[in-house]
């Protein structure tokens, strides 16, 4: 059932997730469009979430957006937002002394290749000392490989490190890739083209930004989605038997990787099992100290890729 719809203000606006944002020339949408957006969303009982540029849009555009209830995705240094997105190294490097005042009430969302990621891991650590919620997107999951996944593998253990002090402090900062599993007894995903679409500035509706951002002709019809079931988990062969639900399940990574938006790949799927079981190992070291975290199971596993060992589902 569709739950949100996501309009992305300009062709410029800030990406959030695993596909970076080609476009570098300004192209604002129509207030045509955003109104018809809007409406739409009225109709169909739908939460927006605006996504803006990185400038300040025109006074009669804000005005707009205030008319309805709505949740903002901003970059960084754009005012207050309910999901701040930061991008290293060099957003990291411009952060002023009181980032912690600025982004205490946001989401926070940090987007990085894996070679950033294992430069800049004391960084992390900063930050989950700092904000209330930390999502950490990898821009290049599906070039990890297997020295890659033993580095990240000694960095989750670091960050689990800091977050079993900051609980047994009394804070539970959350890291989308350590503490969503910690707290979910089902799958959590994405849910692109089942649970939110989105509205592009060219009035067209996309799956997701991802599907606008690498292929503008690749729009929908949100009224008659072709083959939606596909997107649907109960129509993903290995997906619905995993339990990393955490994992995002990026179907237009599933598409981009393996041709198929049901099917992940080899490497999304290792990426998802190492997370998962340094959750696992999270959940277990702080329930040793403490007694009020959540009665969730994450049962020890002999394998990385669901595909192994699909013959014993």
């Given at each position: 059932?569709?739950?949100?719809?996501?309009?992305?203000?300009?062709?410029?606006?800030?990406?959030?997730?695993?596909?970076?944002?080609?476009?570098?020339?300004?192209?604002?949408?129509?207030?045509?469009?955003?109104?018809?957006?809007?409406?739409?969303?009225?109709?169909?009982?739908?939460?927006?979430?605006?996504?803006?540029?990185?400038?300040?849009?025109?006074?009669?555009?804000?005005?707009?957006?205030?008319?309805?209830?709505?949740?903002?995705?901003?970059?960084?240094?754009?005012?207050?937002?309910?999901?701040?997105?930061?991008?290293?190294?060099?957003?990291?490097?411009?952060?002023?002394?009181?980032?912690?005042?600025?982004?205490?009430?946001?989401?926070?969302?940090?987007?990085?290749?894996?070679?950033?990621?294992?430069?800049?891991?004391?960084?992390?650590?900063?930050?989950?000392?700092?904000?209330?919620?930390?999502?950490?997107?990898?821009?290049?999951?599906?070039?990890?490989?297997?020295?890659?996944?033993?580095?990240?593998?000694?960095?989750?253990?670091?960050?689990?490190?800091?977050?079993?002090?900051?609980?047994?402090k009394g804070r539970t900062?959350?890291?989308?890739?350590?503490?969503?599993?910690?707290?979910?007894?089902?799958?959590?995903?994405?849910?692109?083209?089942?649970?939110?679409?989105?509205?592009?500035?060219?009035?067209?509706?996309?799956?997701?930004?991802?599907?606008?951002?690498?292929?503008?002709?690749?729009?929908?019809?949100?009224?008659?989605?072709?083959?939606?079931?596909?997107?649907?988990?109960?129509?993903?062969?290995?997906?619905?038997?995993?339990?990393?639900?955490?994992?995002?399940?990026?179907?237009?990574?599933?598409?981009?990787?393996?041709?198929?938006?049901?099917?992940?790949s080899h490497e999304q799927?290792?990426?998802?099992?190492?997370?998962?079981?340094?959750?696992?190992?999270?959940?277990?070291?702080?329930?040793?100290?403490?007694?009020?975290?959540?009665?969730?199971?994450?049962?020890?596993?002999?394998?990385?890729?669901?595909?192994?060992?699909?013959?014993?589902?």
């Amino acid at each position: 059932m569709m739950q949100y719809l996501i309009i992305l203000l300009d062709d410029t606006s800030v990406s959030y997730c695993h596909c970076d944002n080609p476009h570098t020339e300004r192209k604002l949408i129509s207030l045509e469009d955003l109104k018809a957006g809007i409406l739409y969303a009225m109709k169909e009982n739908l939460m927006i979430q605006f996504v803006y540029p990185d400038y300040e849009l025109p006074q009669e555009y804000l005005d707009m957006i205030d008319s309805i209830d709505h949740h903002d995705i901003k970059p960084f240094g754009r005012g207050e937002s309910d999901v701040m997105v930061l991008h290293t190294p060099q957003s990291l490097r411009d952060c002023s002394p009181n980032l912690g005042e600025q982004l205490a009430d946001a989401v926070v969302v940090l987007r990085m290749k894996k070679d950033e990621l294992f430069v800049n891991g004391a960084t992390i650590v900063t930050l989950l000392q700092k904000v209330q919620r930390l999502n950490v997107v990898i821009t290049d999951l599906e070039t990890f490989n297997d020295d890659d996944l033993k580095r990240y593998d000694a960095l989750l253990d670091q960050w689990a490190a800091v977050l079993k002090e900051e609980y047994l402090k009394g804070r539970t900062p959350q890291l989308n890739l350590l503490t969503d599993r910690m707290m979910l007894t089902k799958p959590n995903h994405c849910n692109a083209g089942v649970e939110n679409i989105t509205l592009a500035p060219n009035g067209k509706y996309y799956l997701c930004p991802a599907f606008y951002y690498s292929n503008p002709s690749d729009c929908i019809d949100p009224q008659n989605i072709p083959n939606q079931q596909l997107l649907r988990l109960d129509h993903a062969p290995l997906c619905r038997h995993c339990d990393a639900y955490h994992c995002r399940r990026c179907v237009w990574l599933n598409r981009k990787t393996t041709l198929e938006v049901n099917t992940p790949s080899h490497e999304q799927c290792i990426v998802a099992h190492t997370e998962r079981n340094a959750s696992r190992r999270l959940l277990e070291a702080i329930r040793k100290e403490a007694e009020f975290m959540p009665e969730v199971k994450i049962k020890e596993i002999n394998y990385m890729d669901p595909f192994e060992v699909r013959k014993e589902w």
